[in-house]
């Protein structure tokens, strides 16, 4: 997994270089191509389960109590999996046409 985000972090922070100060339209258009809205998409998934991975191994080597423990990784687990979500669906929105509100 680790290896798959190395390329697809320098992709996004050469994505984020290019289109700083890129209006909607150009970067809309740009996500419509078949290649970047791709990576950006990949990137965005291989991060999130990437994060859920390393804050799983913290808690577990660090929250002793099996109760709390237990929260927390509901809790990480469940909150990354929502941001993941709300990334896709806003990047789904983009390329549609029917934009971030």
Do not use: N, S
Not at 1 to 12: D, E, K, N, R, S
Not at 60 to 67: F, G, I, K, L, M
Not at 74 to 101: C, D, Q, W, Y
Request: hydrophobic letters at 65%; proline letters at 4%.
């Amino acid at each position: 997994m680790a290896i798959a985000l190395l390329p697809l972090t320098l992709w996004f922070l050469w994505f984020l270089a290019r289109l700083l100060e890129a209006d909607h339209q150009t970067l809309r258009a740009w996500l419509a191509g078949p290649w970047q809205g791709a990576l950006l998409l990949a990137y965005l998934l291989t991060a999130g389960y990437h994060a859920v991975l390393g804050l799983q191994v913290v808690i577990e080597d660090y929250v002793h109590r099996p109760a709390l423990r237990l929260g927390a990784l509901l809790a990480v687990k469940l909150g990354l999996a929502l941001l993941t979500l709300v990334a896709v669906v806003a990047l789904i929105r983009i390329v549609a046409g029917g934009g971030v509100p």
